[in-house]
């Protein structure tokens, strides 16, 4: 059998592995259930995609966003591995050419959604299916305790149940102790067996700055930053505003969130990794997957609401080991704005049940009923139909997930696609004798080649054009079709779906834990906290106080935060760090005179002031000296 080492070297190329991953693949190669805890960046996957084509079986992978397993399975084929995905907007008779290469096949790794858990088709394969291991990417999501919660992830017990000896490899970028403990009790560890990176990045410098103009300020920075950056906002609209700010100041710019077209998300993140100075303007939308290693910064113009979320996006920037810089602007009125914005996450019960009791409603579901309905779900038209806000039901619908009354899967973009189960002489035998669907199938036919051997992208309004017929009597035929077993039809489905798990519950009878929902917003208020110490602490160290926070004691200050930087301003001559930053301006003075503002966007443009200052002290110390245009140059 290969080596871990041969196996990344012929389907990766690479000679070694990162730190910690040979050690994780080596554990789990052992059998033993192990937790990884690696910062994003840190190689999750290689963890369990390298074992898996060293063990019999199939590896199961638990995924929280369909478009990062889709990537994945992408990158996996490309590299000819056998991976396949299962979503909920596959067509059943996908579903079970999936299962059954599984099962029968050669599939090597297999990503479905934690909701894909509850079908009682998979369950059934599942049963019988030979498992190399399970893999939960983002475990945080199985703690209720963790910032990203996700009830379905409780579904994942159901394999430990009928494959008790298969290792499990749980990974995540953002899980502090109380989590981690959380994650290993949740997933039935047999014992503890965790593998931390530190949460440290030495070339990442972490700043938080207050300016009343946070705009023009975003504007010097990224005049000044030469590279990719990312700009975090909380919402949509902000996002179009910034992006055209920026372009009429000729700074490049995109704007990026979830209410755009899958087309139109993709067009963009592609265009912007290829590029080297393009800006992306996004939501949080935007990040998860991405794999650019130079981007030189990421920006956050809105305070986010837990570290565990400011550390995962900050740590997009300088995976390529160069200096890199991951900068929050904020305002003093930006703090308010958070402390308000955790309150709204927890609305009151009585406000929760009374949305619940308008969505029902609106669905005209009777009480009792409605058990795995599944409905387009505008939430625009819900919230004008019995005047709610949209933050509210955005945040009582959170929260009745929570509890397993309704799940809002992801909206997922997609093509219409058709195949033929039946023979080629079966459908023509059927074009024949059915004069009312012949014409069509045979301009399918003609279009799309394909039909026979798989799924095969389609137009319906291509079809319809060429039939001279309307869009709307094409997916009413091909549904038909479906339902007759001569074509499987997958329709595109691309609006937001909500699904009721249970039946309608009557509003005084809906109960949600009152102890749990105090613990969830004492929680989610002390993650705020922490967030706002970060942000307000103007002594400590960011990559201290970042490490402290998921647990680990980082004894070296980072040297290149705003903190450290102001502190290097205020020390004696004989402190290492000034005399670094001395050195590092001497440096640069050597090989060509530069200005103030010059210097400042070589070494460190956010803190302008502090290289003045060590600047004036060499002036002083005649080691400097001024030209005419400004510039500083050594003494002769």
């Not at 009585?350 to 409905?375: D, E, L, T």
Request: charged letters at 25%; a neutral charge; glycine letters at 4%.
């Amino acid at each position: 059998m290969p080596s871990p080492k041969e196996i990344l070297k012929q389907y990766w190329g690479y000679d070694s592995f990162r730190p910690l991953q040979e050690d994780i693949i080596q554990s789990v190669l052992s059998g033993k259930d192990t937790l990884a805890l690696l910062p994003t960046g840190g190689g999750k996957s290689i963890c369990f995609q390298v074992p898996a084509l060293m063990k019999e079986g199939v590896c199961l992978v638990v995924s929280p966003l369909v478009a990062l397993m889709k990537d994945q399975v992408n990158q996996l084929t490309h590299r000819h591995i056998k991976a396949a995905y299962l979503t909920s907007d596959m067509h059943h008779t996908q579903i079970e050419q999936v299962l059954n290469q599984c099962q029968y096949g050669d599939t090597k790794i297999l990503y479905i959604s934690p909701e894909r858990l509850k079908s009682r088709t998979f369950v059934d394969h599942l049963r019988n299916m030979k498992l190399s291991m399970l893999a939960v990417d983002e475990a945080h999501c199985i703690s209720q305790w963790g910032y990203d919660f996700r009830p379905s992830y409780l579904e994942i017990d159901i394999v430990r149940e009928f494959h008790p000896q298969v290792p499990i490899i749980a990974l995540t970028a953002t899980a502090t102790p109380e989590v981690v403990e959380d994650i290993c009790g949740c997933l039935r560890f047999r014992e503890k067996n965790i593998f931390r990176q530190s949460f440290f990045r030495k070339n990442l410098a972490y700043m938080a700055i207050r300016d009343e103009d946070k705009r023009s300020r975003l504007i010097h920075i990224l005049k000044t930053v030469n590279g990719s950056a990312i700009i975090y906002v909380r919402n949509r609209r902000r996002t179009q505003e910034i992006a055209q700010l920026l372009n009429n100041n000729g700074i490049p710019a995109e704007a990026y969130h979830a209410g755009m077209s899958q087309k139109e998300r993709d067009t963009k993140q592609a265009v912007w990794t290829k590029s080297n100075r393009c800006i992306m303007v996004a939501t949080n939308a935007f990040g998860m997957g991405i794999d650019k290693p130079d981007v030189r910064l990421v920006i956050h113009l809105d305070i986010p609401a837990f570290p565990e979320a400011y550390f995962q996006e900050a740590g997009r920037a300088g995976r390529d080991g160069q200096k890199a810089y991951a900068i929050l602007l904020y305002e003093e009125s930006d703090r308010q704005r958070l402390v308000e914005h955790v309150e709204q996450q927890f609305p009151p019960l009585n406000q929760i049940r009374n949305v619940y009791k308008a969505i029902c409603n609106y669905y005209q579901i009777p009480v009792g009923s409605g058990a795995n309905q599944r409905y387009d779900f505008d939430m625009e038209r819900l919230c004008d139909s019995y005047q709610l806000s949209p933050l509210l039901v955005f945040n009582a619908t959170r929260f009745l997930e929570r509890e397993g009354l309704i799940e809002l899967p992801q909206r997922n973009e997609t093509h219409s696609e058709v195949y033929a189960p039946i023979s080629k002489e079966e459908l023509y035998r059927f074009q024949v004798e059915s004069s009312r669907y012949g014409d069509m199938i045979t301009t399918m036919l003609r279009l799309y080649g394909g039909i026979f051997t798989d799924f095969t992208t389609i137009s319906e309004n291509e079809i319809a054009r060429r039939c001279q017929t309307t869009a709307a009597k094409v997916e009413d035929a091909l549904s038909k079709l479906d339902k007759q077993g001569i074509l499987s039809y997958k329709k595109k489905a691309n609006k937001p779906q909500i699904i009721f798990l249970q039946p309608r519950i009557d509003t005084n009878s809906l109960y949600i834990s009152q102890q749990n929902y105090a613990q969830l917003k004492e929680t989610a208020i002390k993650r705020r906290d922490q967030m706002l110490a970060f942000v307000n602490d103007t002594t400590t160290c960011r990559s201290q106080l970042l490490c402290a926070y998921f647990g680990e004691r980082l004894e070296e200050k980072c040297h290149i935060c705003d903190v450290c930087l102001t502190h290097n301003g205020n020390t004696s001559k004989t402190s290492p760090k000034k005399s670094s930053l001395r050195e590092r301006i001497i440096e640069e003075l050597k090989k060509q005179p530069l200005t103030i503002k010059e210097l400042s966007g070589i070494i460190d443009p956010m803190k302008q002031d502090d290289i003045a200052t060590c600047i004036q002290e060499l002036l002083d110390d005649g080691l400097l000296q001024v030209d005419s245009a400004f510039r500083l140059s050594l003494s002769e």
